[in-house]
C-alpha cells in the first residue's frame, strides 16, 4: 500500500460539526436548509449521510467542504475551524485535506483521463512531482489502466465516474467527500462505484463521508446518519464494523 503523507493517524475526530446551521434568504422570508447539526467523524471511518431531496445534504456537504460559510456553528478539519481562515487558507486546507466526488463526474471534455487525474495535483499547487507509480496504483485499483487515454465522451458512465474518484484520490487527501456518486449510474456501475470507494478507504486509509438519497448505498459504510428537514434524525452502525463494535 502507498505511503500517505497527508492522511490523518491520530486518534479523535478527523471531521467536527457543532451547531452548524444555514439560513437562506428569499426577499424577506428567511429559509433554513440546516439547523444546529452536530456529529463527528473518525479518522479512516466510513460514514453516509442519507435522506430525502430537500433534507439539507447537499448544504451540510458544501459546509463540510468549505465551500460556503456557515450561518452559525462551526466546522472543523483536523480541529482546524474553517471560520478562523481567510479565503487562501481556507482554499488551501481544503485542495490538500479534502478530495471531492460529484454526482455530473464534472471532467473536463477536451482532456483525457490522464488529464483529467493530473489536473487535479496541479491545482492543488502539490510541489513534489507526480508519483506516477502512485497514480499507476490507483488506475489498477480502480480498474480504468487501459483507460487513462481516453476523453470522457469515450468512457462510460462508470468509467468516468471513476476517473473522477482517481483525480479526488491523485493529492492523497485525508478526507473524501462523495456527493451522490451514484445518482447518475445504473445499478452495475452503482455497485461497482460503491466497491472502489469502500475499497480505496480501507486499502488507503482515507475518511469517506458519502452524501446519499439511497439506504442500500449508505449500508456501505460503517455508519450511517440520517437526515430530514434539516437535521439528523437518527444513527446507526452497520453491523460488522469495528465502529459499531467500539459503540456497543
Not at 35 to 44: E, T
Request: no cysteine; charged share 20%; glycine share 10%.
Amino acid at each position: 500500500m502507498p505511503d500517505n503523507d497527508n492522511l490523518n493517524h491520530t486518534k479523535g475526530p478527523i471531521i467536527r460539526a457543532q451547531g452548524l446551521g444555514k439560513t437562506y434568504h428569499s426577499g424577506s422570508l428567511d429559509v433554513p436548509a440546516l439547523k444546529a447539526v452536530s456529529f463527528s467523524v473518525q479518522a479512516g471511518e466510513f460514514v453516509s449521510i442519507v435522506g430525502p431531496s430537500g433534507s439539507g445534504k447537499s448544504t451540510l456537504f458544501y459546509l463540510l467542504g468549505g465551500m460556503t460559510s456557515a450561518t452559525s456553528g462551526s466546522v472543523e478539519i483536523d480541529g482546524v475551524d474553517f471560520a478562523s481562515l481567510n479565503d487562501g487558507d481556507r482554499t488551501k486546507l481544503r485542495r490538500h485535506r479534502i478530495g471531492f466526488v460529484f454526482q455530473r463526474f464534472n471532467l473536463l471534455p477536451t482532456l483525457t483521463a490522464l488529464g483529467n487525474i493530473e489536473i487535479a495535483h496541479t491545482i492543488a499547487g502539490i510541489k513534489q512531482p507526480l508519483d506516477r507509480k502512485y497514480l499507476d496504483h490507483l488506475a489498477d485499483m480502480l480498474g480504468i489502466a487501459g483507460r487513462l487515454n481516453h476523453r470522457p465522451s469515450e468512457l462510460s458512465g462508470g468509467e468516468q465516474q471513476r476517473v473522477a474518484i482517481a483525480r479526488a484520490l491523485i493529492t492523497r487527501p485525508a478526507i473524501v467527500l462523495a456527493d451522490e456518486p451514484t445518482g447518475n449510474l445504473d445499478t452495475k456501475n452503482s455497485n461497482a462505484v460503491l466497491s472502489m470507494l469502500r475499497h480505496t478507504n480501507r486499502e488507503l486509509g482515507q475518511t469517506v463521508l458519502m452524501i446519499t438519497h439511497n439506504p442500500e448505498a449508505a449500508a456501505i459504510g460503517d455508519r450511517i446518519l440520517h437526515m430530514r428537514d434539516g437535521e439528523i434524525t437518527g444513527e446507526e452502525f452497520v453491523t460488522g464494523s469495528e465502529y459499531a463494535a467500539a459503540a456497543i
